[in-house]
């Protein structure tokens, strides 16, 4: 059974500074893995998706990282804002089905 | 283009009754998922639709069910409803369920059983 887990849990950090969170998965065997973005009481935002033949993918201040073959992603948020103010889910597509497996998420807070 | 569109916003219902929750995806989008959110277990896989056919399930009990209708709306309904069923329940759409795809979220029906 696939298991995904995020460290840390939770993050507070200054205004303009670079961070990283952590994503680790037991089973390789994936399509892809993508991070999402959650506001409270809100829905999910797709932020990075990374096919499993992928090593890396940007999109502006986010560049987020996968070694299949280790079970890791990384999500790099550079110049942090308070507007980054988030949870950060991460989730993996498995090869025996169309569902995603989601991490615990990372309880994102900004500081002005 | 409008996003996915999840009705009612808010619930509440009392144990044992029954709760029918409605998602409208994407124009063009053919492939609805559900998932159960709640501060214990996370984010958990409900069911996936595409083209009226139920393609994946997860492992919730059969008071948990769906359908899709030929516009590609979705309902899922929850049938004898327990305590532990409050959550927020999470509609997301894809175009085709193909592995390259994004999901795409809805903001959610968040239901509370008294």
């Known amino acids: 059974k696939q298991e995904v887990t995020q460290i840390p849990a939770a993050l507070s950090v200054p205004e303009g500074e670079n961070l990283v969170l952590n994503c680790s998965f037991t089973d390789s065997a994936i399509y892809n893995l993508q991070w999402f973005r959650q506001d409270p009481g809100k829905g999910l935002t797709s932020l990075l998706l990374?096919?499993?033949?992928?090593r890396e993918q940007t999109s502006g201040r986010l560049n987020a990282s996968l070694d299949k073959s280790s079970g890791r992603s990384t999500l790099y948020i550079a110049a942090s804002q308070p507007g980054d103010s988030a949870t950060y889910l991460c989730a993996v597509l498995e090869t025996s089905g169309s569902r995603l497996t989601f991490g615990e998420g990372t309880q994102l807070t900004v500081n002005p | 283009k409008a996003g996915v569109t999840q009705t009612p916003r808010y619930l509440i219902k009392t144990r044992g009754q029954q709760v029918t929750l409605s998602c409208s995806p994407i124009s063009g989008h053919r492939s609805v998922s559900w998932y159960q959110q709640t501060p214990g277990q996370g984010l958990q896989f409900l069911f996936e639709?595409?083209?009226?056919?139920?393609?994946n399930k997860g492992n919730f009990p059969g008071r948990f069910s769906g359908r899709q209708f030929s516009n590609s709306r979705s309902e899922m309904n929850v049938s004898t409803l327990e305590l532990g069923d409050s959550a927020l329940y999470l509609c997301?759409?894809?175009?085709?369920?193909?592995?390259?795809?994004?999901?795409?979220f809805g903001s959610g029906t968040q239901l509370s059983v008294l």
């Open positions: 997301a759409s894809s175009p085709n369920s193909a592995t390259n795809e994004k999901l795409f």
């Open positions: 990374i096919q499993s033949s992928q």
């Open positions: 639709y595409f083209s009226e056919t139920q393609r």
